[in-house]
């Protein structure tokens, strides 16, 4: 299906039928809609009137996932990345002769998934690509795309709508049933992507985040350390949200100072990196609970008086582990 803020990326899609590229990367954050946008992509394609119409034997097929010459390369259970064997296997299937006289189109989600033999085994498909052949893939971390491979696709941009937009979205969504200061908070909390705020309601997510805030809370008042935080962050399902949570905390830092018109302490803006930072070594091979507990001491000496300009300790290596 097409999402209200995919609808410009849709029509770029249609519009250029007639001089279809081999590989397409789709780039955006989580929750923007980005595998079923590639697989919406992949269904005009096997579709007879090329527009996923929905009622044809093609969009059957797709729509029932029994289409022959469809393929998505998926993490296998048990592992954390795509392997090379899972490239090898995919390529071969794209070297036979399509089953339907057609096109054959791969979709391969979150792309960063695939490790460094995939990478390579994947860059020499592009390189050569089968004949009528489209790969389709999609990331929510460009940066960690290997440059070869990201020149050799035709880049698609997703953006998230706007804060009204998105609202709106999401109501129609709750049955006119959601908070909206609650609703305002899931969006700005997973960068203003719909379908992920949309899970945040779902799953009662806020609780984790009062949870998050008292922890905050009894950190400054010294009731916690920041060891306690740390582990307790390290029991949620999706600990890697704690970021999200301390980047929030900073942006609202900024705006309540500049609204009371007070100078903003120009700490918080290298907060807000090394919070960033920290996320990417949390992906990498990070120390995750020194990592947290770092966090928390950095939140610490922005609470006290301090002017100095905060140490950059995500570089530590011990931090940061051995990528
Ligand atoms: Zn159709």
Same mark, same amino acid.
């Given at each position: 299906?097409?999402?209200?803020?995919?609808?410009?990326?849709?029509?770029?899609?249609?519009?250029?039928?007639?001089?279809?590229?081999?590989?397409?990367?789709?780039?955006?954050?989580?929750?923007?809609?980005?595998? +079923?946008?590639?697989? !919406?992509?992949? /269904?005009? #394609?096997?579709?007879? %009137? @090329?527009?996923?119409?929905?009622?044809? *034997?093609?969009?059957?097929?797709?729509?029932?996932?029994?289409?022959?010459?469809?393929?998505?390369?998926?993490?296998?259970?048990?592992?954390?990345?795509?392997?090379? +064997?899972?490239?090898? !296997?995919?390529? /071969?299937? #794209?070297?036979?002769? %399509? @089953?339907?006289?057609?096109?054959?189109? *791969?979709?391969?989600?979150?792309?960063?998934?695939?490790?460094?033999?995939?990478?390579?085994?994947?860059?020499?498909?592009?390189?050569?690509?089968?004949?009528?052949?489209?790969?389709?893939?999609?990331?929510? /971390?460009?940066?960690?795309?290997?440059?070869?491979?990201?020149?050799?696709?035709?880049?698609?941009?997703?953006?998230?709508?706007?804060?009204?937009?998105?609202?709106?979205?999401?109501?129609?969504?709750?049955?006119?049933?959601?908070?909206?200061?609650?609703?305002?908070?899931?969006?700005?909390?997973?960068?203003?992507?719909?379908?992920?705020?949309?899970?945040?309601?779902?799953?009662?997510?806020?609780?984790?985040?009062?949870?998050?805030?008292?922890?905050?809370?009894?950190?400054?008042?010294?009731?916690?350390?920041?060891?306690?935080?740390?582990?307790?962050?390290?029991?949620?399902?999706?600990?890697?949200?704690?970021?999200?949570?301390?980047?929030?905390?900073?942006?609202?830092?900024?705006?309540?100072?500049?609204?009371?018109?007070?100078?903003?302490?120009?700490?918080?803006?290298?907060?807000?990196?090394?919070?960033?930072?920290?996320?990417?070594?949390?992906?990498?091979?990070?120390?995750?609970?020194?990592?947290?507990?770092?966090?928390?001491?950095?939140?610490?000496?922005?609470?006290?008086?301090?002017?100095?300009?905060?140490?950059?300790?995500?570089?530590?290596?011990?931090?940061?582990?051995?990528?």
């Amino acid at each position: 299906m097409i999402y209200p803020w995919q609808q410009t990326q849709w029509s770029l899609w249609l519009a250029q039928f007639e001089r279809l590229g081999h590989a397409y990367l789709l780039t955006g954050t989580n929750g923007l809609g980005l595998t +079923e946008f590639a697989q !919406q992509m992949a /269904q005009s #394609l096997f579709c007879q %009137s @090329h527009t996923a119409c929905g009622q044809c *034997a093609g969009c059957h097929q797709f729509l029932e996932h029994t289409h022959v010459d469809f393929f998505q390369l998926d993490v296998l259970e048990g592992k954390k990345e795509v392997g090379v +064997e899972q490239i090898r !296997q995919l390529t /071969q299937k #794209l070297m036979q002769t %399509s @089953h339907q006289g057609g096109y054959k189109v *791969a979709v391969l989600p979150e792309v960063e998934r695939l490790n460094t033999s995939a990478f390579n085994a994947l860059l020499k498909t592009l390189e050569e690509p089968p004949e009528k052949t489209l790969l389709i893939l999609t990331s929510y /971390q460009l940066e960690r795309l290997p440059a070869t491979i990201v020149s050799r696709c035709q880049q698609l941009a997703f953006n998230a709508p706007s804060m009204q937009d998105s609202q709106a979205w999401l109501l129609t969504q709750t049955n006119n049933e959601m908070d909206g200061a609650r609703g305002k908070r899931a969006l700005r909390l997973n960068w203003g992507a719909p379908l992920a705020a949309l899970d945040w309601l779902n799953n009662q997510a806020w609780l984790q985040d009062e949870a998050w805030q008292t922890d905050i809370h009894d950190l400054v008042t010294q009731r916690k350390t920041p060891s306690d935080c740390a582990s307790a962050w390290l029991k949620w399902p999706n600990p890697e949200a704690v970021f999200d949570q301390f980047y929030l905390l900073s942006v609202s830092a900024i705006r309540q100072a500049l609204y009371q018109q007070q100078g903003v302490k120009t700490q918080w803006f290298g907060f807000q990196q090394q919070v960033l930072q920290a996320k990417r070594d949390w992906l990498g091979n990070a120390n995750k609970e020194l990592l947290l507990e770092s966090l928390c001491l950095l939140y610490l000496a922005l609470q006290s008086e301090t002017s100095s300009p905060l140490p950059n300790i995500f570089s530590d290596s011990r931090i940061r582990g051995r990528c």
